[in-house]
């Protein structure tokens, strides 16, 4: 293992109904240490955002939940975290698939999809409990579609690892490599000799400029209309920035959806 804490304390289950469920449960009966991981060979009622399921088929992906302790942020600073581990994944596909593809349209769908050209192939769902001024912890889930071959019909855009490079991969191999990409980027975020405004300030360029669509003229649909419009930032909590021609947008999650 190349980490310091991530996935040190791991309980791997062959069948469970949702990866962040769990955690979230043991975490409320037990003190368990910052890291702490739980893999499923199968998830049954994996969740993604806009309270959609997450679609794996058994054994043949990434399908996990880490614990983490970032108490040092408030509140209204929580999508730095959702940028940190977006970056932390994206990493871990670089490190472990070079095909030009990957290489060259690997971006983060905001909030923190990870997406191959306009095909998705990973997503995380993170929730965090606050307590007093400042984050207790956050239950961080991650679903990468990694040797899967064929998804359900009515899924609108998956693809995996497998389908991008034509090879299977070894998921304990990925999976150390996740943490691995995972906790480096998490240690950049937190308190650290070196200024937390410079650590941060490299976490959101990072971000910006792997972000998909970024200063691209595209169809979205917003509060029910669909506009034409580009990105242009990501505000301090969290906000899609779009530009259209005659005035900026700053939308919330529920607010606006990507025409595909």
Known sequence: MKTIFIGKNCIKLEKIHSTNSYLSDLTAEKNLPEGTAVIADEQEQGRGQRGTNWQSEAGKNLTLSILLKPTFLKPDEQFILSKTISLGVLDFIFSINHQPLTINHLKIKWPNDIYIGNKKV??????????????????????????????????????????????????????????????KRYLQLRPHPQPLSHRRGEIDSDYLKNLYRLNEWADYNYKGETIMAKITGISKIGKLILETENKNLECDFKEVEFVL
Request: charged content about 15%; hydrophobic content about 40%.
């Open 122 to 183: 990973a997503g995380i769902l993170i929730e965090n409990s606050v307590s007093g001024n400042y984050l207790s912890h956050s239950i961080v889930g991650i679903g990468i579609n990694v040797n899967q071959g064929k998804f359900l019909a009515e899924l609108p855009n998956p693809t995996s690892l497998k389908l991008i490079s034509g090879k299977n991969f070894d998921l304990e191999n990925c999976l150390v490599e996740l943490y691995s990409c995972v906790e």
